[in-house]
Each structure stands twice: as structure tokens, then as C-alpha cells.
């Protein structure tokens, strides 16, 4: 790579890592692209050339973070044990584990994506379909191992998990909730939806 | 009531009919107090003596949508099955919502960032939502439609989960109120599949 090319990388590196820093530490209203600047080394001048604007810098904030943690399901599921439920629990509680620990920012996000047109360079809240394959998967494993009805409505049990998963996340900021508050709210919450489509015995 | 809160009262309702309109055709953020206070006819001093500040004033047009959904579903009447009757309750807040849709934005954002004494006058709302629907279920339990394990709190507040989740497709994705509603029916489907009775 050209070095231009390499100095360019890094400073997008350094703006993204000091964003989701101070989205996290001050919240999304108050951040500011200037601080963002200051604290990244670089100049106002340079965010802009790299990002439109806080909007999309919060949004890469995020996708970058899913990006990772979503390799990492990917990696995982294939080689979780024991009942079907319990695989899809575990991915559940993958995923609170690593957003509580940027819990600040990931409810800013939650909240500020409404506020966002499709387009211009940011991906509303809801648009996760690498996690919904993974657990589509383990549901699919499930069918074939007999624990789920195969008639069963896979897709809609997932539309209606993850409904769930992310208004756990009221639960954080006001109650101060933390990582094993909303894994045991969702283990509940997925035990009675699993309940629908759980082979039931002859 | 004395004329004095009756008066009290009338301003409140016409500070949240014009703070509703501005914030549904220019969003919360272009809404400003000055221009709420002048559509309601009203000084800016006016607006104050009511409510604290602009995002008080968005909380009770929220507040005040929700009030109006819990009375509407009120009389509802049973349709005979649960998931029907669910269904028919729940949809009424999407037939509400559908002419307002960015206020509803504004508000889905808002629910997120607001203070806790709001969040918590909010829920309180929220709670009494629930209730209905936690009646309805506990009734499909009695008549044998459901099965007595089916945990009905919890139940309940997947329900409204599921509800509340499908707004994102009408703001994001222009879906239309039978989507949402054909969606919401599904979900019931798959949130009741294992407590349904045996025939």
C-alpha cells in the first residue's frame, strides 16, 4: 500500500477508536466532532474528509464492533454442545457479554439510529442478519438432530428473539442492569419461545 | 374542579395539541417552545407554567397516545380466541401511529435517551399495556384455550416487545399497517405455540 494510502487508514483508525471512545464516555449528544479531532491527534478537517458526519461515525463505530463479534459467533456455533435451547442461549449471552461492555454506547446507538435515514452511509438498528443466521442455523442443526418441529416458523421464532433481545437493553440504563441481569431475562425469554417449537414426544 | 384547574387544565390540552402537531410535521428537534407557544396561541411563559422543558412536553404527547391506546383497547371486545383478540387490541396502536409516523420516530429514539424520571412515568404506561394484555391471556387460560403452565407476565411482555419491534419496519422499511399487523399475528402464533391446548 502506498504510504498515502497507509496514513489514510490510520487515521480513519485513530477517528474511529476515539469516537467510540467518547460515544461511550460522554454519550452520543454531547460528543462532539471536534472532540472526536482532539482526541484522535488529527484535524476537524481530516474527520470530514472521512466520515459525513456523527451520524455515520456511529454507525461504523458499530458496525466494526458487530463485525468482529459476529466472526466470532460464526466461529463458535458450529462447535457448541448440548440441547438445542441452550446453543441458542449461549449465543445470546456471547452477544449482552460483549455489548454490556460498552453498554453507553450501544444504547446511544439503539437511540440515535431512529433519528437515521436508510442510506447516507449508516445501517439502522435491526439489520443483523449475520446473527440471525447463526441462530438459524443452530435451529436447522436442531431439526435435523430432532429437537425442533421441522414445520416449525424458524424465521419468525428469530424476528421475535431478537424483538426481545433489544428491549432488554431498556433494562440496562435505568435499572443499571448488567451482562447477567438481561442473559437470565433472555434465557426466560427464549426458554417460552423455544417452548413453540420444541419437537414435542409421540 | 375549581375554574382555576379547569382553565389550567384547558391550556395544558392546548399547549399538547400544538406541541403534537409541530413535533409530527417538523420533528422534536426543528420544534422549538416559541413556536409551540405561538401555535397554541399561547405566551412562552404559558408553556412553562405547565411543563418544564421541551422534552417534558414530548414525553406527555407520548404519554397521552399511550392513554388513548389503553382506553381504545379497553373496549375491545373478546373475539373469541386469544391470539384474535390480541391481535385486534395491538393492531389499534399501529391504525394510531400510521398517521403519525414521524412523530413515532422521534418518539422510538426519545424512549431511549430520556431522563429517569420520564422513563419511569413512561413505564408506568407501559406497565398498565401489559396488564391488558396479561388479562386477556390469563382468560384464554381459563376457558382451556391455553395451557395453566403458560407464563403469563412474561408472555405478556413479549407481546408488547414484539409489537413495539415491528414500528422499525414501518420507519425504515414503509411497511404498510396490514404488514405490520400480518407480521404481529405471526409472532403471537410463534409466542403461543407451546401453550396451546390440546384439541
Same mark, same amino acid.
Given at each position: 500500500?502506498?504510504?498515502?494510502? +497507509? ?18 464516555? %460522554? ?8 472532540? @472526536? ?9 481530516? /474527520? ?27 466461529? %463458535? ?29 450501544? /444504547? ?13 452511509? @449508516? *445501517? ?9 443466521? @447463526? ?7 436442531? *431439526? ?13 421464532? +428469530? ?8 428491549w432488554?437493553?431498556r433494562?440496562?440504563?435505568q ?21 413453540? @417449537? ?5 | ?11 395544558r390540552q392546548?399547549?399538547l395539541g400544538?406541541a403534537r402537531?409541530?413535533f409530527t410535521?417538523?420533528?422534536y ?6 413556536? *409551540? ?9 404559558? %408553556?412553562?407554567?405547565?411543563f418544564?422543558?421541551?422534552a417534558e412536553l414530548f414525553n406527555e404527547v407520548i404519554i397521552a397516545d399511550c392513554e388513548t391506546l389503553l382506553a381504545a383497547m379497553a373496549s375491545v ?9 390480541l391481535?385486534?387490541m395491538l393492531s389499534l396502536g399501529y391504525e394510531q401511529h400510521y398517521e403519525q409516523l414521524?412523530l413515532t420516530q422521534a418518539a422510538m429514539g426519545f424512549s431511549w /435517551?430520556r431522563?429517569?424520571q420520564h422513563e419511569e412515568r413512561y413505564r408506568q404506561v407501559l406497565r398498565r399495556v401489559v396488564a391488558q394484555l396479561a388479562d ?20 405478556s411482555e413479549?407481546l408488547l416487545d414484539a409489537y413495539l419491534s415491528n414500528f422499525?419496519?414501518a ?29
Amino acid at each position: 500500500m502506498a504510504s498515502r494510502q +497507509v496514513r489514510k487508514a490510520e487515521t480513519r483508525e485513530r477517528v474511529l477508536a476515539a469516537a467510540r471512545d467518547l460515544f461511550d464516555e %460522554v454519550g452520543y449528544e454531547a460528543t462532539t466532532i471536534r472532540a @472526536v479531532a482532539q482526541r484522535a491527534g488529527v484535524a476537524v478537517g481530516s /474527520v470530514f474528509t472521512t466520515f459525513v458526519g456523527k451520524a455515520e461515525l456511529l454507525s461504523q463505530v458499530m458496525q466494526d464492533r458487530l463485525e468482529a463479534l459476529y466472526a466470532e459467533l460464526e466461529q %463458535v456455533a458450529p462447535h457448541l454442545r448440548g440441547p438445542t435451547v441452550d446453543r441458542l442461549r449461549s449465543i445470546m449471552a456471547v452477544h449482552y457479554g460483549f455489548e454490556t461492555r460498552r453498554l453507553r454506547l450501544f /444504547v446511544a446507538y439503539i437511540g440515535a439510529s431512529f433519528h437515521w435515514e436508510s442510506g447516507n452511509g @449508516v *445501517i439502522p438498528i435491526g439489520r443483523n442478519d449475520r446473527l440471525k443466521a @447463526v441462530l438459524l442455523d443452530i435451529l436447522q442443526r436442531g *431439526i435435523e438432530r430432532g429437537e425442533v418441529r421441522p414445520d416449525a416458523d424458524l424465521t419468525m421464532f +428469530v424476528d421475535t428473539i431478537l424483538a426481545a433481545y433489544i428491549w432488554n437493553y431498556r433494562l440496562a440504563p435505568q435499572d443499571g442492569a448488567d451482562a447477567s441481569t438481561m442473559i437470565a431475562a433472555m434465557d426466560r425469554q427464549m426458554g417460552l419461545l423455544f417452548d413453540g @417449537v420444541a419437537a414435542r414426544p409421540n | 374542579m375549581t375554574r382555576r384547574a379547569l382553565a389550567k387544565q384547558r391550556t395544558r390540552q392546548r399547549l399538547l395539541g400544538a406541541a403534537r402537531r409541530l413535533f409530527t410535521s417538523r420533528g422534536y428537534d426543528a420544534a422549538t417552545i416559541r413556536d *409551540i407557544a405561538s401555535e397554541a396561541d399561547l405566551s412562552t411563559g404559558a %408553556v412553562f407554567a405547565s411543563f418544564s422543558d421541551k422534552a417534558e412536553l414530548f414525553n406527555e404527547v407520548i404519554i397521552a397516545d399511550c392513554e388513548t391506546l389503553l382506553a381504545a383497547m379497553a373496549s375491545v371486545a373478546d373475539a373469541g380466541s386469544t391470539a384474535e383478540t390480541l391481535l385486534r387490541m395491538l393492531s389499534l396502536g399501529y391504525e394510531q401511529h400510521y398517521e403519525q409516523l414521524p412523530l413515532t420516530q422521534a418518539a422510538m429514539g426519545f424512549s431511549w /435517551v430520556r431522563d429517569s424520571q420520564h422513563e419511569e412515568r413512561y413505564r408506568q404506561v407501559l406497565r398498565r399495556v401489559v396488564a391488558q394484555l396479561a388479562d386477556v391471556l390469563r382468560k384464554g387460560v381459563e376457558r382451556g384455550e391455553l395451557s395453566a403452565s403458560l407464563d403469563v407476565p412474561l408472555t405478556s411482555e413479549m407481546l408488547l416487545d414484539a409489537y413495539l419491534s415491528n414500528f422499525r419496519r414501518a420507519i425504515f422499511d414503509g411497511w404498510t399497517n396490514d404488514a405490520l399487523r400480518e407480521r404481529l399475528e405471526s409472532q403471537i402464533d410463534v409466542l403461543l405455540a407451546g401453550y396451546r391446548a390440546a384439541a
